[in-house]
């Protein structure tokens, strides 16, 4: 294929102007510009050269018979929309060199299956795989430190989601699961959903949404919920250093908390606090008291014993009561 097919300036390509389904792009180029191929509704296939660093924004877009996309190591971004309503888009290699996925770089990549992020990739960013209904696989890389909002919404297909030990962030909004029966979730597995209480609220629970709000004391009974908290306390079990309830939970923020569970009888849930050691020695009369008043004998039961287990009775008249029960 000639030159005259492409308008190459600087090495950046600005506009393709052939109309072959199979193209080979110029070994000099090492950019291709915006809009460069915008809506090549005949192109098929595109071999990139080895010296390509840079895919400008919506420079694909619209190229709805293009199959596959391999994309050279050395490449360091592609831009906004580069590969959007790509609906025909199958295969997508992203090389390790990458640094940079720019919002919506592939919406609407309906028959898109798996996609593997490189390592280098620090955030999927806000409607990166919008809408990609078919995408059954997303591997993400440690390192790998937030999800913005809307990143994999409406991805229907997806049934399950590993999160790397280095994530900071997850939008509350990053994934819509309304039509989802299984994921995984920071290596937590919730199939059973009876065993999680997700059956019975019908939504996606984001645990970072809900240690947000414990960590900045925006507490409310909504987020005292039984399922919310057991999420937390197996996240908590399985990484203190990095989900700290016990330092997180302090004073009336975790007072409240438990007044929650404790006035639902919220059993399981409690008993799994009790495990995790994160109800600490000043609450802990203070919570026997309140599931005497509220009628919660198995509650109680098991707080006196936590406390005889963990603080030991600190006079005769705790120990009198401890051995009433």
């Not at 000099?28 to 192109?43: E, Q």
């Not at 840079?54 to 293009?66: K, P, T």
């Not at 409406?154 to 994921?183: G, M, T, W």
Request: hydrophobic share 35%.
């Amino acid at each position: 294929m000639r030159d005259f097919n492409f308008d190459i300036r600087n090495g950046i390509l600005r506009k393709y102007g052939g109309f072959f389904p199979d193209v080979v792009i110029p070994e000099h180029v090492t950019g291709i510009g915006s809009n460069a191929f915008l809506n090549c509704r005949h192109l098929e296939s595109v071999q990139f050269p080895k010296g390509l660093t840079a895919i400008g924004d919506s420079a694909f877009f619209g190229c709805r018979n293009l199959e596959r996309v391999l994309l050279p190591e050395g490449l360091e971004v592609i831009g906004q929309e580069a590969f959007g309503q790509c609906t025909n888009l199958k295969e997508v290699h992203l090389p390790d060199s990458l640094l940079e996925l720019k919002n919506n770089a592939f919406n609407y990549c309906t028959e898109l299956r798996k996609i593997v992020i490189p390592k280098n990739i620090k955030k999927i960013r806000k409607l990166t795989f919008y809408y990609c209904s078919g995408l059954e696989e997303l591997i993400l890389p440690e390192g790998l430190l937030a999800i913005e909002e809307q990143a994999l919404y409406r991805c229907s297909s997806l049934k399950e989601i590993r999160l790397p030990d280095s994530i900071d962030y997850v939008n509350e909004a990053a994934v819509d699961y309304q039509n989802q029966h299984e994921f995984i979730y920071k290596n937590i597995r919730f199939s059973n959903l009876e065993q999680t209480g997700l059956s019975r609220t019908r939504r996606y629970i984001n645990p970072y949404y809900c240690i947000d709000i414990i960590k900045n004391h925006e507490f409310d009974r909504e987020i005292c919920s039984s399922e919310k908290m057991r999420i937390l306390i197996q996240m908590h079990q399985q990484n203190p250093a990095l989900i700290p309830l016990n330092r997180w939970l302090r004073g009336k923020n975790f007072a409240e908390l438990m007044r929650g569970l404790i006035y639902s009888n919220a059993v399981s849930t409690v008993k799994d606090s009790l495990q995790a050691g994160i109800v600490p020695k000043e609450h802990i009369d203070y919570l026997i008291r309140y599931a005497i008043e509220n009628e919660k004998p198995e509650i109680q039961v098991m707080l006196v014993n936590y406390k005889r287990e963990k603080f030991g009775f600190e006079s005769i008249a705790d120990k009198a009561k401890g051995m009433r029960l």
